[in-house]
């Protein structure tokens, strides 16, 4: 099975400012999905990028991109500009292309502060 | 509706009960995953529906956990003889098609307490 590692339990950053989120992964497979998703306290989990493995171009969605590094796995989140709606847990995912794909792998999370 | 719903969103139950989850995913939406989530940890899969089959049930624990979709919409896991390990809040996600990129979507959780 593939594994998703978090190596950062926990992250804090100034209000205004810029802060990267870690992930690398292990798989044998050439194309794949790589998600980064928030939960707030709710424990919803919301969608914020994803990026499709055959694609070389880093996502962005407005204050979110990633740094997608293929030979290395490795998928990073940068948040810019931080606020402190930003405040949650992050979780990296992957999810094969193949007909394994049924499943998301997760990590276990990334709690970010954001201090004002 | 808007999104995926859960309910209940919070039950206690005492060990060797019963439990029953409901999903409501979002209308006309085809694949249906329940995932796990203990406390402390990421989500684990546990079960997936396209429509009213289940074609992968490899995450599901134990055979106390059963999950139906008899109808291809509602979706029902239940926990027989509950244990105090089962505690975690249990996620029930939704996507419009099968394909591999779409995006799920995810409810609030129904967080199990066994005491």
């Known amino acids: 099975a593939q594994t998703v590692t978090q190596s950062q339990p926990e992250m804090s950053v100034q209000e205004a400012e810029t802060v990267t989120l870690s992930c690398t992964y292990d798989t044998s497979e050439s194309d794949y999905y790589l998600f980064w998703y928030k939960q707030p306290p709710s424990r919803q989990m919301i969608l914020v990028i994803r990026q499709e493995a055959y694609k070389q171009q880093n996502a962005t969605e407005n204050r979110f991109s990633v740094n997608f590094q293929k030979a290395a796995k490795s998928f990073s989140l940068k948040i810019s500009d931080s606020q402190l709606g930003d405040a949650a847990m992050y979780f990296c995912?992957?999810?094969?292309?193949?007909?394994?794909?049924?499943?998301?792998?997760f990590g276990t999370g990334t709690s970010l502060t954001v201090i004002p | 509706g808007a999104g995926v719903s859960q309910s209940p969103r919070y039950k206690v139950a005492k060990r060797g009960q019963d439990v029953a989850l409901r999903c409501d995913p979002i209308s006309g939406h085809v694949s249906l995953f329940w995932y796990q989530q203990a406390l402390g940890q990421g989500p684990e899969f546990l079960t997936y529906f396209q429509n009213e089959a289940q074609l992968d049930k490899s995450g599901l624990p134990s055979d106390r956990f059963f999950a139906e979709r008899p109808e291809g919409s509602v979706s029902t896991l239940k926990i027989q003889r509950t244990q105090q390990e089962d505690s975690a809040v249990y996620l029930c996600?939704?996507?419009?098609?099968?394909?591999?990129?779409?995006?799920?979507?995810f409810g609030e959780g129904s967080w199990l307490t066994v005491v």
């Open positions: 996600a939704s996507s419009l098609t099968q394909g591999f990129g779409n995006t799920i979507y």
């Open positions: 995912a992957y999810r094969s292309s193949s007909n394994t794909g049924n499943q998301f792998y």
